[in-house]
């Protein structure tokens, strides 16, 4: 709500109080065609009309109410002809939107919407903006000034404001620009410092201008200062420019760039640059000797982006990319801009860098494809990494008009390139007859043979093939056959009615003849499709409830609105659980071992507020765990009816854990070294003579893969205090991979915050501590807490 919409409003109010008026009533209803609700109360000790009944007088206790609106004055005046309305004494507004809580006088002509208001406070709620002046005064359009105005955003029960601006001027604009002269900015009511010239946002919408600096330090990298300056160019288009300096590491400068086309279409562009020459020993920092390329350079860049654009003839063009100077960028530097959610995290745990470009159709159930892929091995050499240039794919499906088939195909085509041998054309083409069948009213099923021809082009020969035009003929038959029985369980726990409760068993089969592919070269999974004669046991359960109370009581006051969601009576899936085993007949008759692991997929949320998920697998022989992912997430049920400026503070509390296990197998040494290379078959003997080669090791290949448990933690100590953790810890060589700290604390008059950040990282080593100051209301308000 805004100063236009005030006087706007006023005016309605006041009109309507004119031509409602009949006269000697202290009390009446008035019904007007601006008015939603249909009537307007106005109540008042005295009403008069003078000038031919031009002139409308209340006064005494004038209140106005209009639904939730209500104005009160000791005096109020309207004039007929002139537009003009006049109100005294103790002027009060009040709307659940924004408020006049006091005013010596209101002066407004309907028909100009020009206006004065003498010694006002005013509050607009988005954004808790509380403005106080001397004479408020709006001209023609949308333009204010106030003389002798004070700004903040700070909402303190008694006492002074945290933080304000007071000005002897203040020019205000409905595009939420407020402009200062002859100013001074207060804490706690002392001047800091005085503004010549200067200008803030008024509401929360993005505007303009620097934005409150960063402070850190780290054992690494030194004292860090980060300056943002944030540019608004159009409602759709705005950028960020940083310049960025680390007293014992380097200084630079990071651009971020962002537009929006439409509601689906959009591209964003970051780049950054970092000198490095204030580091000593830089190679010192670099802790995984295991990559390829451990260099650091002197000068370090990076540009990544993305865009999504929908042509008028539905066509999705769509880029993702990313490039860096270095290897150890993302590990090192990718922190410093500001990614959403996890995605900080998953590029610093990425193998590579990926850049796409492409397009996307589809015509209801046929699809096309183009895209070119471009890769950047973090952690072994580029010459070995291959790059689609292009990939173009058409897949569908069509039903056979009068007969019981459907027809699928899926067609693709791609170029791989890399700097080293075995790149090539391919080209593969699967086509498939599928037969859907129903056995009464429980059984179904479907029957499908699919033939695949592939063929290849290579640009130079293999060490297996002297030929460089290759080809390979399967064909894939498929079967299954399955059923769904459900029942309703009353159950009355855990605030439900009843459980359903569905079982869907389930039985295939899948048959690939062997075929010679030892000529072609491996660029992906497609190029090794290995015999398979195999039947696949699975049974999946679910589970539903229907919730017939809410977790909390709402509050008696129907204006107030929950955060957080309240769990009212309806139907919800509380549960999963599907099991999958394979028996391959070939190895039966070869007497090896026929059970694959038993696949097992399970999540459960029998409380809106418990999610657990497990997705792993057993080996059914020694009943050995092989993988596993296991998650488990708590949120505090109760609803959250304290809306704050800041949006960390709006989060339920909430505690997860996380864990991820992969058994050693073969390749499992690879996790410790990507980049090993082995001459040679192995020889135990020769390790008496020569114990150099790693296989000589005693614990060579005997740690699983992957063990890693990790945790995290947002827990609101106060209304005004709270504190988020998160770590991961190396089950398989006992030791942490890092860990993250932040305790961020809100003005008791909600209208800043200071957030303190404790960061451990281990590749490189290093533990950083930083510190952020916001000034709520100036400008957006990003979150502090990184998954």
């Known amino acids: 709500m805004t100063l236009n919409k005030i006087f706007c409003m006023t005016a309605v109010w006041l009109t309507l109080l004119a031509q409602a008026y009949t006269g000697g009533a202290a009390q009446f209803p008035t019904r007007g065609a601006q008015d939603p609700s249909g009537e307007i109360n106005v109540t008042a000790d005295k009403l008069e009309s003078g000038n031919g009944s031009n002139q409308i007088e209340a006064s005494g206790n004038v209140e106005m109410k209009r639904g939730t609106m209500t104005l009160k004055a000791d005096e109020v005046r309207f004039n007929r002809t002139t537009k003009d309305a006049e109100a005294k004494g103790k002027v009060i507004v009040d ?34 903006i509380s403005m106080t002046g001397r004479r408020f005064q709006k001209f023609g359009g949308q333009t204010y000034h106030v003389d002798d105005g004070v700004f903040t955003t700070c909402l303190c029960e008694s006492g002074a404001p945290s933080w304000k601006f007071s000005s002897e001027q203040m020019d205000l604009a409905l595009d939420g620009v407020g402009t200062i002269r002859n100013g001074y900015f207060y804490i706690w009511d002392v001047p800091v410092f005085y503004l010549p010239y200067g200008y803030f946002p008024l509401r929360t919408e993005r505007q303009t201008g620097f934005l409150f600096p960063n402070f850190g330090h780290s054992t690494k990298d030194g004292f860090r200062f980060l300056q943002p300056f944030f540019w608004a160019i159009s ?143 973090f952690i072994q050499p580029d010459n070995s990494t291959f790059m689609r240039t292009p990939q173009i794919a ?48 429980r059984v179904f099923g479907s029957l499908a043979v699919a033939p695949r021809e592939t063929v290849y082009h290579l640009y130079t020969t293999t060490a297996n093939s002297s030929d460089r035009n290759l080809s390979r003929e399967l064909v894939e038959i498929r079967g299954n056959v399955g059923t769904a029985l459900s029942r309703v369980f009353g159950f009355n726990s855990l605030g439900l009615s009843q459980v359903k409760h569905v079982i869907e068993p389930e039985i295939s089969y899948l048959f690939v003849p ?65 099991l999958a085993l394979s028996y391959d007949i070939d190895k039966e008759r070869k007497g090896g071992d026929t059970l694959s692991d038993l696949d097992i997929n399970m999540k459960l949320t029998p409380l809106p507020y418990i999610d657990f ?148 990282d281990i590749n490189p080593a290093k533990t950083s501590v930083s510190f952020d100051f916001s000034l709520l209301g100036l400008g957006n308000t990003k979150s502090s807490i990184k998954k």
């Open 95 to 128: 709307d659940p939107e924004w408020k006049v809580k006091s005013a010596d006088s209101l002066q407004m002509n309907m028909d100009k919407e020009t206006g004065e208001i003498q010694n006002g406070d005013l509050f607009l709620e988005d954004g808790h």
């Open 235 to 377: 409602k759709s288009t705005d950028a960020t420019v940083k310049f960025d300096i680390e007293t014992r590491a380097r200084y630079g400068f990071l651009g971020e760039f962002r537009t929006m086309f439409d509601r689906n279409s959009d591209f964003r562009i970051d780049s950054s640059y970092f000198n490095e020459s204030l580091r000593k020993n830089a190679q010192d920092a670099v802790v995984d000797r295991t990559i390829a390329d451990q260099t650091i350079p002197q000068n370090r860049w990076s540009i990544a982006g993305s865009h999504r654009f929908t042509t008028p003839s539905d066509w999705l063009t769509f880029s993702d990319f990313a490039a860096y100077r270095d290897d150890l960028f993302t590990r090192e530097l990718i922190g410093r801009f500001d990614l959403p959610g996890s995605q900080e995290s998953d590029i610093q745990r990425s193998r590579f860098g990926e850049s796409r470009f492409g397009l996307f159709k589809n015509w209801g159930d046929m699809f096309f494809k183009g895209q070119f892929n471009f890769y950047q091995d």
């Open 394 to 441: 058409f897949w569908g499906r069509r039903l056979l008009s009068d007969f019981p088939l459907e027809f699928r195909w899926r067609a693709e085509g791609v170029n791989y390139l890399r700097k080293d041998n075995g790149d090539g054309l391919r080209f593969d083409l699967r086509p498939e007859l599928l037969l859907p069948f129903r056995l009464g009213s």
């Open 514 to 578: 062997s075929v010679n592919q030892g000529r072609i070269p491996i660029m992906d999974d497609i190029d090794r499709v290995q015999r398979r004669n195999v039947l696949t046991f699975a049974v999946a359960n679910r589970f539903w409830g229907k919730s017939i109370n809410p977790l909390a009581a709402l509050p008696a006051d129907s204006s107030v609105e929950p955060l957080g969601p309240v769990t009212t009576g309806d139907v919800r899936q509380m549960g999963s659980i599907r």
């Open 613 to 760: 998920g497990v997705d792993g697998g057993i080996d059914p022989g020694p009943w050995n765990i092989t993988q596993a992912r296991v998650a488990l997430n708590l949120t505090d049920p109760r609803p959250m009816f304290r809306r704050t400026p800041d949006p960390d503070f709006n989060r339920p509390n909430s505690i997860g854990f996380s864990y991820h296990y992969l058994r050693r197998g073969p390749n499992s040494f690879l996790a410790d070294n990507a980049n090993e290379n082995f001459v040679g078959p192995f020889n135990p003997a020769m390790c008496a003579i020569d114990d150099s080669d790693p296989r000589c090791a005693s614990d060579f290949n005997k740690k699983n893969a992957v063990g890693n448990l990790g945790g995290n933690l947002i827990y609101q100590l106060h209304d005004n205090l709270l504190f988020t953790f998160s770590s991961t810890y190396d089950v398989r060589d006992s030791r942490f991979i890092g860990y993250r700290f932040i305790t961020k604390f809100l003005s008791f008059c909600e209208c800043w915050t200071a957030t303190l950040g404790v960061k451990r």
